[in-house]
């Protein structure tokens, strides 16, 4: 956002087709404490449009080689739980143009059929340390725009294929430079992975490759539930081996068996983590409803109560709602602290209301600006600075009950969760497709387990 003027660029349209959109826009704000582009998605081809493949980027200039943003949605037609925003630098700065706002949508947001617009997409950003901007130097800010139009100074994409609008010259978000692209594994880095491919919960090589199949006592979950280890199993699917937490109750406090796997180090902060897991919404046996949490996280101790040391980030599926939700929901939380008693909680969600049942590529990056979820390849969350980690963490996965207020039957009734690998690489931000690369490319030589990440 500095102080040269704003260079008009050629601006293409593609043509209207099966899969193309447009893109229109008018401005929310002229003032200097925070932009707000506000835009309009519609299909324009034959074909419905799946929004989940649908990437917009807003250009923009920064004020500062070091100022950084934050994104927030203020009201959207498709909820703005289902509207991701991430920003990005551009391989080739202009004049007008040094960074992106990068807005995608999660499978919650649905589909548009042919000749349908997504309704208003009210957005906004502003600089982390809340000084002024100046739009006015912005590519893609249109001062003039008080009502909605055709605006090719906003990019989309439809799976990849750029379809509307001229990106800041050199700069097509397709261009081989642009960090989303790249498949090959990245080099070589720290990095745990493992394949779980153990024998049973007592197997020597699991404590032995540093995890913790937990059985002591504590929550999370209902009062008198105990964290069973036999419960832990390992099994072949798809020519992988598997991990399975099963939880199990009877409706009663000491019939509830949890399970829970975890890294007895704690030394995982900046970098990448990814696991693919199987979440269920029905029950394997008996009545189904109960309100469970299936997970994958990261985690430390809160030293004390509203400790601002603490860090947790997690992936949380309810298949039967909880937490005043009616139904399935999938959170992804980062969090600043806590305080248990009397509860008071900092930190910051993104959810998608809908089912998750099956398998899922889950990914989430840690950097010093940010903290990004993704969720079968396609950006789910972006959390802020302020949520950062400042203490290494474990690696936990785990199944448990909120309560017992779901399914009141005392009939018997389990769980599975699945889990086919984990990966952490330490200070390397990878992509979701570069994390399908080294997880490949490890079974392609056979190794099921590596460890070298050092102590923290």
Same mark, same amino acid.
């Given at each position: 956002?500095?102080?040269?003027?704003?260079?008009?660029?050629?601006?293409?349209?593609?043509?209207?087709?099966?899969?193309? /959109?447009?893109?229109?826009?008018?401005?929310?704000?002229?003032g200097?404490?925070?932009?707000?582009?506000?835009?309009?998605?519609?299909?324009?081809?034959?074909?419905?449009?799946?929004?989940?493949?649908?990437?917009?980027?807003?250009?923009?200039?920064?004020?500062?080689?070091?100022?950084?943003?934050?994104?927030?949605?203020?009201?959207?037609?498709?909820?703005?739980?289902?509207?991701?925003?991430?920003?990005?630098?551009?391989?080739?700065?202009?004049?007008?143009?040094?960074?992106?706002?990068?807005?995608?949508?999660?499978?919650?947001?649905?589909?548009?059929?042919?000749?349908?617009d997504?309704?208003?997409?009210?957005?906004?950003f502003?600089?982390?340390?809340?000084?002024?901007?100046?739009?006015?130097d912005?590519?893609?800010?249109?001062?003039?725009?008080?009502?909605?139009?055709?605006?090719?100074?906003?990019?989309?994409?439809?799976?990849?294929?750029? /379809?509307?609008?001229?990106?800041?010259?050199?700069?097509?978000?397709?261009?081989?430079?642009?960090?989303?692209?790249?498949?090959?594994?990245?080099?070589?880095?720290?990095?745990?992975?493992?394949?779980?491919n153990?024998?049973?919960?007592?197997?020597?090589? +699991?404590?032995?490759?540093?995890?913790?199949v937990?059985?002591?006592?504590?929550?999370?979950? /209902?009062?008198?539930?105990?964290?069973?280890?036999?419960?832990?199993?390992?099994?072949?699917?798809?020519?992988?081996?598997?991990?399975?937490?099963?939880?199990?109750?009877?409706?009663?406090?000491?019939?509830?068996?949890?399970?829970?796997?975890?890294?007895?180090?704690?030394?995982?902060?900046?970098?990448?983590?990814?696991?693919?897991?199987?979440?269920? @919404?029905?029950?394997?046996?008996?009545?189904?409803?109960?309100?469970?949490?299936?997970?994958?996280?990261?985690?430390?101790?809160?030293?004390?109560?509203?400790?601002?040391?603490?860090?947790?980030?997690?992936?949380?599926?309810?298949?039967?709602?909880g937490?005043?939700?009616?139904?399935? +929901?999938?959170?992804?939380?980062?969090?600043?602290?806590?305080?248990p @008693?009397?509860?008071?909680?900092?930190?910051?969600?993104?959810?998608?209301?809908?089912?998750?049942?099956?398998?899922?590529?889950?990914?989430?990056?840690?950097?010093?600006?940010? +903290?990004?979820?993704?969720?079968?390849?396609?950006?789910?969350?972006?959390?802020?600075?302020?949520?950062?980690?400042?203490?290494?963490?474990?690696?936990?996965?785990?199944?448990?009950?909120?309560?017992?207020?779901?399914?009141?039957?005392?009939?018997?009734?389990?769980?599975?969760?699945?889990?086919?690998?984990?990966l952490?690489?330490?200070?390397?931000?990878?992509?979701?497709?570069? /994390?399908?690369?080294?997880?490949?490319?490890?079974?392609?030589?056979?190794?099921?387990?590596?460890?070298?990440?050092?102590?923290?």
């Amino acid at each position: 956002m500095g102080c040269t003027t704003l260079a008009a660029l050629p601006a293409t349209e593609a043509g209207a087709a099966a899969g193309a /959109v447009s893109v229109q826009y008018h401005t929310g704000s002229t003032g200097s404490d925070q932009a707000e582009p506000w835009l309009k998605v519609k299909n324009t081809g034959s074909s419905p449009v799946a929004l989940s493949g649908v990437k917009l980027r807003y250009y923009f200039k920064a004020d500062s080689a070091s100022a950084t943003y934050r994104f927030a949605c203020s009201w959207a037609v498709k909820g703005c739980g289902n509207i991701t925003g991430t920003f990005g630098t551009l391989a080739h700065p202009t004049a007008t143009a040094d960074r992106y706002l990068e807005i995608g949508f999660t499978p919650g947001a649905g589909s548009l059929a042919a000749g349908a617009d997504s309704g208003d997409l009210q957005l906004r950003f502003h600089r982390s340390d809340w000084q002024s901007l100046n739009q006015r130097d912005d590519y893609s800010f249109g001062a003039t725009q008080s009502s909605y139009a055709n605006w090719t100074k906003v990019t989309a994409q439809v799976d990849g294929a750029t /379809v509307w609008g001229t990106a800041p010259e050199g700069n097509d978000p397709t261009d081989p430079t642009d960090p989303t692209d790249p498949t090959d594994p990245p080099g070589s880095g720290a990095s745990l992975f493992d394949d779980f491919n153990y024998t049973k919960h007592d197997d020597p090589a +699991i404590s032995a490759h540093g995890w913790n199949v937990r059985s002591n006592s504590g929550g999370p979950g /209902v009062p008198g539930a105990t964290w069973a280890p036999q419960n832990v199993t390992f099994s072949a699917s798809g020519g992988n081996s598997v991990m399975n937490l099963e939880t199990s109750t009877a409706g009663t406090g000491e019939s509830t068996k949890q399970t829970e796997v975890l890294t007895k180090a704690t030394k995982f902060k900046n970098g990448t983590y990814a696991a693919r897991v199987k979440f269920s @919404d029905a029950p394997k046996s008996g009545p189904d409803g109960d309100h469970l949490v299936q997970t994958f996280f990261t985690i430390n101790d809160l030293k004390a109560p509203m400790a601002d040391d603490y860090a947790e980030y997690d992936f949380e599926y309810l298949p039967n709602g909880g937490w005043g939700e009616p139904s399935n +929901i999938l959170y992804t939380t980062s969090w600043e602290t806590y305080n248990p @008693d009397p509860w008071q909680a900092v930190n910051q969600h993104t959810e998608s209301r809908q089912s998750y049942a099956g398998w899922h590529d889950l990914v989430v990056t840690i950097d010093n600006s940010s +903290i990004k979820y993704y969720v079968d390849g396609q950006p789910f969350g972006t959390h802020d600075a302020a949520y950062l980690p400042e203490r290494p963490m474990s690696i936990n996965f785990n199944q448990w009950l909120i309560d017992l207020a779901g399914q009141t039957s005392t009939s018997p009734r389990a769980y599975d969760q699945q889990v086919d690998y984990v990966l952490h690489v330490k200070d390397q931000v990878l992509s979701p497709a570069q /994390v399908a690369a080294k997880v490949a490319a490890y079974r392609t030589a056979g190794t099921a387990f590596e460890d070298t990440v050092p102590s923290a």
